[in-house]
Structure formats: structure tokens, C-alpha cells
């Protein structure tokens, strides 16, 4: 499975940015997706899964009322739309592909796509 993912940025908190993940393969509407997220200096974090219906989702509670991740299965993409950005949520952000049940562990996804950067200025 191949991941690409795209829509990072500069932009002004507050703002809104929708990041998409496009995926290789016939049977990404099997897969759980997640996205992640890595600051500077930090340690990888999980922000977003959705289960592979679409009928699942977690979030971060740094993120939880702000993000919104959704899929496409007809398109193999994974969205996730984030709004009233904050400086803090500054960080490469990366989605990944996991054969199993959803997840918060990053160890458990098998798949990761290139990362995008979303910078916000305050």
C-alpha cells in the first residue's frame, strides 16, 4: 500500500485546511485509517482514526470538536478537515494504514504515507 498525502500549509490560526490521503490498492475500503502528527522536538501523536465503513471514529481530545476525519472508499482517500487552527497544532502530519481493528498506537499501523507540513502563525 502507498500512501500520498496532501493540502498542508501556512496558515493564519483560526483558519481551516482540508488534508487529503490518497492510497493505493483494491482493498483500502478494508483498512482502518489513521492520521498522526509530529512537532518539532516532539514525538509522533495520534490525532484522528476512522474504522473501514466510515462508521467509527476517534480523535485526540487536542483535536476532538475542531477536526474531522472521513474517507472515500470510491476515491481511496482519507480527509481530514481541521478548523480553527491553532499555532499548536504546527507539525508534519502523516496517515497511515492499519490491517486491523481501530487504534490509537501508531506502532500498530503498517503502512505511512510521506507526511505533509501544516504550519500556523499566530
Known amino acids: 500500500v502507498q500512501l500520498q498525502a496532501s493540502g498542508g500549509g501556512l496558515v493564519q490560526a483560526g483558519d481551516s485546511l482540508r488534508l487529503s490521503c490518497a492510497a493505493s490498492g483494491r482493498t483500502f475500503s478494508s483498512y482502518v485509517m489513521g492520521w498522526f502528527r509530529q512537532a518539532p522536538g516532539k514525538e509522533r501523536e495520534f490525532v484522528a482514526a476512522?474504522?473501514?465503513?466510515?462508521?467509527?471514529?476517534y480523535y485526540s481530545g487536542s483535536v476532538k470538536g475542531r477536526f474531522t476525519i472521513s474517507r472515500d472508499n470510491a476515491r481511496n482517500t482519507v480527509y481530514l478537515q481541521m478548523n480553527s487552527l491553532k499555532p499548536e497544532d504546527t507539525a508534519v502530519y502523516y496517515c497511515a494504514v492499519r490491517r486491523g481493528g481501530i487504534s490509537y498506537n501508531a506502532d500498530y499501523y503498517d503502512y505511512w504515507g510521506q507526511g505533509t507540513l501544516v504550519t500556523v502563525s499566530s
Open positions: 476512522i474504522s473501514s465503513s466510515g462508521g467509527t471514529t
